[in-house]
């Protein structure tokens, strides 16, 4: 018996999310009284897991693992889990597992439960808390199911560090078919993903052209952020689709997300509401985001970035 848990990586390192789960896994693992088995993809070392209480590690290998595939992913992981006789699989929130834990559930015949912010209120029947409504509210929900997977919310655990010394083994798992072939891949490096950043710097149409988004990437640089957009920038071209965040975007749960002339309608706010720091600047008081900020500054952006950034990077170098 085991937890088993799917730890994303990229560019051949472990993403932060990784860590995260594998947090998560080691205390319900320690809760169940199993081992915890992580299952990695083209990763030959998976010594880093062993930092985060990961008791075994196993790898697949294929001429598929290297590029992400949902339906031949969920069908490695279902043999893995099968093999491991695991009751409990923990998954991430990111858009990769999303896409392959529906996937995963039928084949192991499983409950998936996603947005869960904590361990299990109890094993049997398996009682999990789990964020809805775009964040706004929490529910309880239970399964009877004898095989359940877990979707973990993005930051809501945290990484704990808890050593072990991982075994480790490679297994060629049987690759399922699809009808969806993969032609190319087009990586961005060098720059923080928003997914796996900790800090969202995020500006709108208040910052008037995209000829002004050096403030932006100024103060994200300074604060060791990601930078991030609302949907008319995407939409106008300012910004690439990818840094679109929002309920039709990507979901951001960063620690602190400050919003730069966004006027805060009601599908961005639902995007980003699982940040646990939100602070907005925007020259209009009446605009929305206020009502959702925990801090707020009522400004023009043109004379609050340079002397934010100013007073940063003097604390920095203090």
Request: net charge negative; hydrophobic share 45%; aromatic share 6%.
């Amino acid at each position: 018996m085991a937890v088993v848990i799917y730890t994303e990586t990229e560019n051949g390192s472990f993403k932060k999310v990784a860590f995260e789960i594998a947090s998560y896994g080691k205390a319900l693992a320690d809760q169940t009284g199993q081992k915890l088995v992580a299952v990695t993809f083209n990763q030959e070392d998976g010594s880093a897991l062993g930092t985060y209480g990961v008791d075994e590690v196993v790898n697949v290998t294929g001429s598929f693992a290297s590029s992400f595939s949902a339906k031949k992913y969920a069908a490695a992981l279902a043999q893995v889990a099968s093999e491991k006789e695991a009751s409990l699989v923990v998954v991430s929130s990111s858009a990769n597992s999303k896409y392959l834990a529906p996937l995963l559930a039928v084949k192991l015949s499983a409950t998936y439960t996603s947005n869960v912010v904590a361990l299990p209120e109890s094993i049997e029947p398996l009682t999990l808390k789990r964020t809805c409504y775009t964040s706004k509210a929490l529910s309880m929900v239970s399964s009877n199911q004898s095989v359940n997977i877990i979707g973990l919310s993005s930051n809501a655990f945290g990484i704990i560090e808890t050593q072990s010394s991982p075994s480790q083994s490679s297994i060629a798992a049987e690759e399922a078919s699809s009808s969806m072939q993969i032609s190319a891949v087009e990586k961005v490096t060098g720059v923080i993903t928003i997914a796996d950043a900790d800090i969202v710097v995020s500006g709108g149409r208040g910052l008037k052209g995209p000829e002004n988004w050096h403030l932006i990437e100024d103060l994200a640089a300074t604060l060791g952020a990601a930078t991030a957009c609302s949907k008319p920038v995407s939409d106008m071209g300012w910004r690439p689709h990818s840094e679109h965040v929002g309920q039709t975007g990507k979901p951001v749960a960063s620690n602190l997300y400050i919003a730069i002339g966004v006027s805060g309608a009601i599908q961005h706010l639902a995007g980003i509401n699982s940040s646990k720091v939100k602070v907005v600047i925007n020259i209009d008081p009446e605009a929305p985001f206020f009502k959702a900020a925990d801090y707020g500054i009522v400004g023009d952006a043109f004379e609050v970035l340079p002397a934010l950034i100013e007073k940063l990077k003097a604390f920095k170098a203090a």
